[in-house]
Structures are given as C-alpha cells and as structure tokens.
C-alpha cells in the first residue's frame, strides 16, 4: 500500500531531476494536502515527535514532512511542490539566518503573495521575535531564532537538556567536548547546541530525543505555529 514514505521519495527523485509522474498518482492516491518544508532530518526528526505528542499523525492527515538537504533546495521544492505543480499548500520552519531563501524561493515559485502592508523581515523581527512570517493566502514560514536545537534547549533549559543527555550515554563525549579550549567562554546552552552538532547522526537523534522530553505547554512559538498552522 502506498504511503507518505514512498510519496516523499517520489518527491525527491523529482527534484533531482527524475520524472514527476509518481509523485503526482501518489498525491492523489494518499491524498496529500500540503507539503512542510525542513532545512534537514533533525528538524523532520523532532516536528514528528512534537506532532506525536499531541496526538497526530501527519501523514494520516495528508501532511508530508520534507528533509529538502538545506534551505538553498526550496525554491525547487516549491515549484514543484506550490500551485505551478501539484497545488499543495506549502509550509516551513527554518533557522533565521536562512529566512531569505524560504521567503525568495516560495515567491518565485507563487508560492507566497506577500501583502504590501506586511512589515519587512527586521520590523517582523523587533516585535516579534519568534513569530510567524505570515502570507495571507496560504503559507506560512516559521523563523527559529537561531536555529531548531536552540529553541528546544531554551526551552528545556541546560539542567534538563544535560540530564537526557546523560540518559542516552553521551555524558562522557559532553564532558571531553567542553573541556576543548574552543568550548571556553560560550554559554552552556551555545556548548550544547554545538555538541549536538559533532557527531554524524547526533542532531537527528537528539531532535527526536528532546523534543520528546518537551512539556507541549513549553513548546517554541514556531514550532507551536507551524503545528497549529497545519
């Protein structure tokens, strides 16, 4: 039987340059509603396991999470993906730094129809910190301050982060990696973030692992919009 799996995989021969024909019977066939677009696996990782704990299941609900391997890769998901291909109602959470390809590649794509009265990025930004960058029509991009793992051990907190990392056995690789001089004078919660960065296969782990560990009550803005959006 068909499924969200095999449509997400049709989706990415696709975008490398396969043919689309698989991908548009599956949209039909599952059906698919709308696609969320993801910088990488860790983030498809822990949107999973925070739709999971408030008891969804996306793919049941015509929801397709993509890893589309870097924000750089969203203009052609979303032209693929937007109303000139299978007319799907494109979302997508993403680091702050990389706001511009999502806003520019959902554009070109006619993706996004910004308003002429929406505030630019920085006036977004001074009020709103955390919040949704919205397109009235469709869309929406939900921006993380800095990036997925910041906000979820902001909102864990370092005790709590550092207790499941001790849980999963990582303590001692935690303990060497802050005792390299590079480590000295960072915040705990900067050392963190970049421990769950050294190590193929780290983040996707920890994505999954912290956010399951999350109190829904404590849930990131963006992540909670991007829920609550879908």
Known sequence: MADMGAFREAVIAWVAGG??????????????????????????????????????????????????????????????????????????????????????????????????????????????????????????????????EDELIRALGVTRVEELVRAEGDLRALQTFLRQPAQRGRSSQQQLRRFLGTKKGRKIHYGRVLAEALDPARMPAPLDGLLTSL
């Open 19 to 148: 043919p689309g024909d698989r991908a548009r019977e599956l949209a039909t066939r599952l059906p698919v509603r709308a696609a969320v677009l993801l910088e990488g696996p860790s983030d498809v990782a822990a949107v999973g396991a925070l739709a999971a704990s408030r008891g969804r299941n996306l793919a049941a609900e015509g929801v397709c999470v993509l890893s589309m391997g870097g924000a750089m890769s969203v203009g052609r998901f979303a032209r693929l993906l937007g109303p000139s291909g299978l007319g799907l109602r494109l979302t997508g959470l993403c680091d702050e730094a990389e706001r511009g390809y999502y806003a520019r590649g959902l554009e070109r794509a006619n993706a996004a129809q910004p308003s002429a009265e929406q505030p630019s990025a920085a006036q977004s930004n001074a009020a709103q910190p955390h919040a949704a960058h919205p397109d009235p029509a469709q869309q929406r991009i939900f921006v993380c301050a800095v990036d997925l």
